[in-house]
């Protein structure tokens, strides 16, 4: 692919990507808002157990075949149809065997998380694991080819659904079933969609020769996706079973409610960087080119949005929880915080190894992370609640050391070069920070903490005028102008 034809379809992808998060995004805390008012803390502890045991079982179903479609160069259309059909099938069989073994041990299961008597529930959520197969290979072909306007049609349908079925059904009382349904109802529209807009569809092809190639790069992707599973639900699995379905409640939709701010822009940026860095991976200058320009474009919109998360962290709970998650506020604000150097810093190593071949450097990455997190997990929920959130939170920053030394080591990515390449828009969230801390002294409540937000944003951008005036509009000309 010529390098120009490449730019195009990145610069159509980030739009449609961008779209897409926003649309979902902004539908996402409306949906929230309601259920959080509908709902009570206990009713999403009890659907997040579910959703982690059905995500275990995704994790194997996809065995890192979405990712050997998207990073692989194939000779012709053919080759790569096989490979999906391959991948389908194969992927298929093993989320049928998953659902028969989650419904078998669904009481046993239920049990162990510390929810017993909910084996019902945990078989019925099992449903959607063979919907997940037909989305999974599907959004693999549609990201290969940077068509993300079709995704994002299908991205669309999926955000909606909540709002029209999970509502409807907590406001007359089905409380988690609820969320299990509605969480069905979405995986398989997606797959619908999809498949129905697909060029390729299943067909009786296998071949072992095909496989065999398949595993050899997605046995470390698989690998890489279990230790990412347990680094993102080790806590969870730590908190049902010490504590309490409320506090995993509380927990957790604090956590998901930062998730979803952030993702407008992570989960619009990650596709197309993986993606694009793919196509890139024999290119070292364009690659470290490409890598460094989108860090610095989510460097300049996620920095300040987590220290107005931070900040402002009463209000975003009181708007998009209500009063009866005020212990969430905490949570949010510390997890915000953080979140935005994970992001900037470590997120999108991931990417890198994979769109390098090398997926079992992020298996190192989230393994060695692991040592640190699950004795940390285990020690501090001993003391409590409030010691394992702070504990939790924090000891995210030993996965951002261990990724800028392998991007620095390996991939020679200098931290030097990636800290001179996102010091300003730091400087200008700081900068902003103090601002917003001084406009919180000035007066108090809600319609202030709002009018403080908006004064605040105006001041950042008025700094980004000033001093970061060329970055914007090399972003700007990037993303945005047609």
Not at 208 to 234: D, N, R
Request: glycine share 4%.
């Amino acid at each position: 692919m010529e390098l120009s034809d490449l730019q195009q379809q990145i610069k159509s992808a980030s739009k449609w990507s961008s779209i897409t998060e926003i649309v979902a995004r902004l539908i996402a805390p409306i949906t929230n808002m309601i259920l959080a008012r509908l709902l009570v803390p206990e009713a999403f502890g009890i659907a997040t157990t579910v959703l982690m045991i059905v995500s275990f079982a995704e994790m194997f179903s996809d065995a890192g075949f979405q990712k050997f479609l998207i990073q692989r160069e194939f000779t012709t259309k053919k080759e790569l149809y096989q490979n999906a059909n391959v991948a389908f099938w194969t992927s298929i069989s093993i989320t049928i065997l998953a659902a028969i073994l989650i419904c078998v041990f669904s009481e046993q299961i239920s049990s162990m998380l510390g929810n017993p008597g909910l084996g019902n529930v945990i078989c019925f959520g099992s449903i959607q694991l063979p919907l997940y197969t037909f989305a999974s290979i599907q959004m693999a072909l549609y990201k290969r080819s940077f068509d993300f306007k079709t995704l994002f049609k299908a991205r669309f349908f999926y955000a909606v659904i909540p709002l029209f079925i999970t509502v409807p059904l907590a406001y007359i009382g089905l409380s988690y079933w609820a969320l299990i349904i509605g969480s069905i109802c979405g995986v398989l529209s997606n797959a619908l969609y999809l498949t129905i807009k697909s060029e390729w569809k299943p067909s009786l092809f296998f071949k072992i020769a095909v496989l065999k190639s398949m595993f050899s790069f997605s046995m470390w992707t698989l690998m890489e996706s279990i230790s990412i599973w347990f680094t993102a639900w080790i806590d969870v699995f730590i908190i049902g079973t010490y504590l309490s379905a409320y506090y995993l409640g509380i927990y957790k939709v604090s956590v998901t409610t930062v998730g979803v701010i952030l993702a407008i822009i992570t989960s619009a940026t990650s596709p197309i960087m993986f993606s694009s860095l793919s196509r890139m991976q024999d290119n070292q200058e364009q690659f470290n080119k490409f890598y460094f320009f989108m860090q610095k474009a989510v460097a300049y919109l996620v920095f300040p949005a987590g220290v107005g998360i931070y900040i402002y962290s009463d209000t975003i709970t009181n708007i998009l929880l209500g009063d009866k998650w005020g212990e969430a506020s905490i949570i949010i604000g510390l997890w915000g915080l953080v979140s935005v150097v994970m992001v900037v810093f470590s997120f999108y190593s991931s990417d890198v190894f994979r769109a390098k071949g090398a997926p079992k450097l992020s298996v190192i990455s989230q393994m060695l992370h692991l040592l640190f997190l699950v004795p940390t997990c285990i020690i501090s929920v001993k003391y409590g609640f409030w010691p394992l959130i702070y504990a939790r939170t924090f000891i995210r920053l030993q996965a951002v050391i261990v990724s800028i030394l392998l991007l620095q080591y390996i991939f020679k990515i200098s931290f030097l070069e990636t800290l001179n390449n996102v010091y300003k828009p730091i400087l200008c969230s700081i900068a902003m920070g103090l601002i917003g801390l001084w406009l919180k002294t000035v007066n108090s409540g809600m319609a202030w903490d709002i009018i403080s937000i908006c004064l605040s944003t105006l001041f950042y951008f008025g700094l980004l005028f000033i001093f970061a005036r060329k970055d914007i509009l090399l972003i700007y000309n990037q993303f945005i102008k047609k």
